[in-house]
């Protein structure tokens, strides 16, 4: 399937595909990002529609610092071959909009949305990586920074 990188997600019209895919990382390493998969563009369909969009309507401008990573991407960067962020099942999101906070945006997710893991990483200026995976949202909450390992909060 062709996708025009720079076209509206379906169902989430404030995000394009390529913001799913732009890595200064990559660029740098010459590390090719985008997706061969149909799958892959589904779930981020679905993540975009189901969480970011969302997150959009209620706070203004949301950025994605990281979004879909192929496995040379990721490893590049140290993550696990395990990553949400392989599968195109994850995005690292942070606000845009002047007064928002982080803290904002994961209580949204989490009381309002279905999601399969919502990570607080860095608090209060690191970012939320949230994962959605249809029919396996598990809603696990964590942590993550200097102190915590992914520990998950209840």
Same mark, same amino acid.
């Given at each position: 399937?062709? /996708?025009?990188?720079? @076209?509206?997600?379906?169902?989430?019209?404030?995000?394009?595909? =390529?913001?799913?895919?732009?890595?200064?990382?990559?660029?740098?390493?010459?590390?090719?990002?985008?997706?061969?998969?149909? /799958?892959?563009?589904?779930? #981020? @369909?679905?993540?975009?529609?189901?969480?970011? @969009?969302?997150?959009?309507? &209620?706070?203004?401008?949301?950025?994605?610092?990281?979004? =879909?990573?192929?496995?040379?991407?990721?490893?590049?960067?140290?993550?696990?071959?395990?990553?949400?962020? #392989?599968?195109?099942?994850?995005?690292?999101?942070?606000?845009?909009?002047?007064?928002?906070?982080?803290? @904002?945006?994961?209580?949204?997710?989490?009381?309002?949305?279905?999601? &399969?893991?919502?990570?607080?990483?860095?608090?209060?200026?690191?970012?939320?990586?949230?994962?959605?995976?249809?029919?396996?949202? &598990?809603?696990?909450? &964590?942590?993550?920074?200097?102190?915590?390992?992914?520990?998950?909060?209840?």
């Amino acid at each position: 399937m062709k /996708y025009n990188l720079h @076209q509206p997600i379906y169902d989430a019209p404030d995000f394009k595909w =390529y913001e799913f895919f732009r890595s200064e990382t990559a660029l740098r390493k010459g590390i090719y990002n985008i997706p061969k998969e149909d /799958y892959i563009w589904y779930n #981020i @369909q679905k993540l975009a529609s189901n969480v970011l @969009q969302p997150c959009r309507d &209620k706070f203004g401008r949301i950025r994605i610092n990281s979004g =879909y990573r192929c496995l040379e991407l990721n490893r590049e960067i140290g993550s696990s071959d395990y990553s949400n962020h #392989i599968y195109g099942l994850a995005a690292d999101i942070e606000p845009l909009k002047k007064g928002v906070t982080l803290l @904002q945006i994961l209580e949204f997710i989490h009381y309002n949305l279905d999601y &399969k893991e919502l990570i607080a990483e860095f608090y209060p200026d690191g970012w939320n990586h949230v994962a959605y995976q249809e029919d396996n949202n &598990k809603r696990e909450l &964590k942590l993550m920074d200097e102190n915590h390992s992914y520990d998950l909060v209840s």
